[in-house]
């Protein structure tokens, strides 16, 4: 049995256009197409998309999508390989949502009493953040990840521990500029947004149409996506909605 690209398109979320993409790129080609153009898809081809949409959801990109695919490796294994890993983010994620859970309760507690935030083991904070997620999220900026990959061998733990703690840092400054009604393009909020620009340009230039586009991947990644919404809903938009306005007012 076989089934067209529309029914595909609608049984997997993947739009007709991606899955024409993947053909193209050789990492999803049909099992035939039609006289008229139109493809179709066997079991083969929709175990595969599986295995395709499984490691995207665990932020692997295209490239090494491929690459993985490309492997002779029997289908059951490689299915239960991915299965751990879907553990083992389900596993980090329930972690870092009770981390985040925790810091709400602190906060909330803190402007009921009228004290300031009093953090005795700020490490908790960072419990269940994955720090390479950041950098595997740049796959997307081949030059800007070739960079990061260089620096962050370069680093020691400590140093690339204490890096990941500020840019969660920033995360969380921000999310609290959300929370207390500031807009996007207000003047606090550009503020932090500069300073990640900045942080950005420490490794190479970043245009401001590059920078855009790493706005829109906060969002349109999942996994980039899945770390800002952990710690406020709606914050990935909002650090999307900061670049754009960031963008046009000093780098345009």
Do not use: C
Request: hydrophobic letters at 40%.
């Amino acid at each position: 049995m076989d089934w067209p690209i529309e029914a595909i398109a609608r049984m997997s979320g993947v739009t007709a256009r991606t899955l024409r993409h993947y053909d193209e790129t050789g990492l999803l080609p049909p099992a035939r197409v039609g006289v008229n153009g139109r493809r179709y898809y066997e079991e083969y081809q929709l175990l595969r998309l599986q295995r395709i949409l499984v490691l995207r959801a665990l932020g692997v990109g295209v490239p090494e999508i491929g690459r993985i695919l490309s492997e002779q490796v029997d289908e059951v294994d490689a299915l239960r390989g991915h299965h751990q890993r879907l553990l083992a983010e389900r596993d980090r994620l329930d972690t870092l949502a009770g981390t985040v859970s925790r810091t709400i309760a602190a906060l909330e507690q803190s402007r009921k009493d009228g004290n300031p935030v009093t953090i005795n083991r700020p490490e908790n904070l960072f419990e269940g953040v994955r720090p390479s997620q950041y950098e595997e999220n740049m796959r997307d900026f081949p030059e800007l990840a070739e960079e990061v990959g260089r620096r962050a061998a370069a680093m020691s733990q400590s140093d690339a521990d204490a890096a990941h703690r500020e840019r969660t840092a920033r995360m969380i400054r921000l999310a609290e500029l959300m929370a207390a009604g500031h807009p996007a393009d207000a003047d606090p909020v550009q503020a932090e947004i500069d300073a990640q620009y900045r942080a950005l340009t420490e490794l190479r230039a970043v245009s401001a149409q590059d920078y855009r586009a790493i706005g829109r991947s906060v969002v349109d990644n999942e996994t980039w996506r899945a770390a800002y919404e952990a710690i406020a809903p709606g914050l990935a938009a909002y650090q999307r909605d900061a670049i754009e306005a960031y963008a046009t007012t000093r780098l345009d």
